[in-house]
């Protein structure tokens, strides 16, 4: 099994996505990657584990800007790895923010895996804020998981609720060791273990806390490594797409 990590460009908001006020003394605005993945299994299914943000920029309602070069786009990306969005086999997504399901109308008609918390919350009356409707309103075989297990051979579906009502990580259990990506139910180190940092884009605390516990937890057990979701420092440390994980 192949994981490979890709580059779909920087988002500049207000350090409140991260931390909360009175929190954080590092200023006004931050800067963060949006990473995405590409998996091909050992069976050679090639599964993609969100989409990034939509081309045009952000649709939802936010004070974020977008930063994207050319070879930052979804298909340059994935060009890199050998693939054109027509042979990806199936779109797993954590969550439905604009920064992850962007680019899901490329896969139009295709699989699509997201949990039922999470899709019926996208889907409900007034969305939240960082929700665009229009991105994942696409049509697809949608697959609403219930809650944690095995979604292809080795790719694990782990609930980890908090930064949305059905935010959801995978672990991918490669030859090397597995490796937990937490996408948004852990932003980046800070808001991980020791300091644990409340990101102040939190819908539910007390699920978000739990959650933490809960990748701590899967990390001890599995000696796993952990991506998280949006750490640029972790990203200089990362292998990138064409390079990969196995
Ligand atoms: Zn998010």
């Known amino acids: 099994m192949k994981l490979y990590v890709l580059d779909n460009g920087y988002i500049e908001g207000s350090y409140q996505i991260f931390y909360r006020e009175n929190e954080y ?8 990657p949006v990473n995405l993945f590409l ?11 969100d989409t990034g943000v939509f081309p045009g920029g952000i ?4 004070s974020s800007y977008r930063y994207q070069s050319e ?4 298909e340059k990306q994935l060009l890199r790895c050998g693939v054109v969005p027509g042979d990806i086999d ?6 439905l923010h604009y920064d992850h399901a962007g680019c899901l109308f490329l896969f139009q008609g295709k699989d699509f895996y997201v949990s039922r918390a999470e899709y019926e919350a996208a889907n409900g009356e007034n969305p939240p804020a960082a929700y665009a409707p229009a991105d994942y309103r696409v049509d697809g075989n949608w697959h609403l998981l219930e809650g944690d297990g095995e979604l292809f051979p080795g790719i694990e579906a782990v609930m980890l609720p908090g930064h949305t009502p ?5 672990i991918v259990h490669l030859q090397s ?6 996408q948004d139910a852990v932003y980046a180190a800070d808001n991980y273990y020791p300091k644990c940092m409340i990101p102040g884009l939190t819908m539910d605390e007390g699920s978000y806390r739990r959650s933490l516990e809960k990748v ?15 750490d640029a420092a972790q990203r200089k440390q990362l292998k990138m797409a064409p390079a990969y994980y196995e």
């Open 25 to 32: 003394d590092g200023g006004g605005r931050i800067v963060f």
């Open 39 to 49: 998996i091909e299994t050992d069976d050679a299914k090639k599964l993609l584990f």
């Open 59 to 62: 649709r939802a309602k936010s």
């Open 71 to 74: 070879e930052q786009t979804v």
């Open 90 to 95: 199936a779109v797993i997504l954590s969550h």
């Open 166 to 170: 059905g935010m959801m990580g995978l």
């Open 177 to 182: 060791g597995p490796v937990i990506l937490t």
């Open 216 to 230: 701590l937890h899967l990390q001890n057990r599995y000696h796993a490594s952990l991506i998280f979701g949006h």
